[in-house]
Nanobody, 125 residues
Framework: QLVESGGGAVEAGRSLRISCAVT????????MGWFREAPGKEREALAT???????SYADSVKGRFAISRDNARNTLFLDLNALKPEDTGTYRC??????????????????????WGDGTQVTVS
């Protein structure tokens, strides 16, 4: 089970950290990541990380967002910096296995990816 938290309403230019708590043990060759949903927009894959620590980012967030994982706490993070109004949306984390970070970025918003949480809302004004 994946449970996101940390969303909220912030002003443009500010930062926010969102979290995804994982219940249970992941497979050894795990990968995890974030995508977002917004009304009237397509799902957008944002960032992924795999069990080797490699990361992959969408061009739209590269240099602004940072993904990380605390293995001891079994928690995934996404640091959102220099937020823009167009970053508004529901941020959902996902988990799968057998994919590199780059492969996961191409698949995380697809129904056949793996498991997803319900999301946390981020609103930027």
């Amino acid at each position: 089970q994946l449970v996101e938290s940390g969303g909220g309403a912030v002003e443009a230019g500010r930062s926010l950290r969102i979290s995804c708590a994982v219940t249970g043990r992941l497979r050894d060759n795990w990968n995890m990541g974030w995508f977002r949903e917004a009304p009237g927009k397509e799902r957008e894959a944002l960032a992924t990380i795999d069990y080797t620590g490699r990361t992959s980012y969408a061009d739209s967030v590269k240099g602004r967002f940072a993904i990380s994982r605390d293995n001891a706490r079994n928690t995934l993070f996404l640091d959102l910096n220099a937020l823009k109004p167009e970053d508004t949306g529901t941020y959902r984390c996902g988990s799968s296995w057998g994919l590199s970070a780059a492969q996961a970025l191409a698949m995380i918003d697809r129904p056949d990816y793996g498991y997803w949480g319900d999301g946390t809302q981020v609103t930027v004004s």
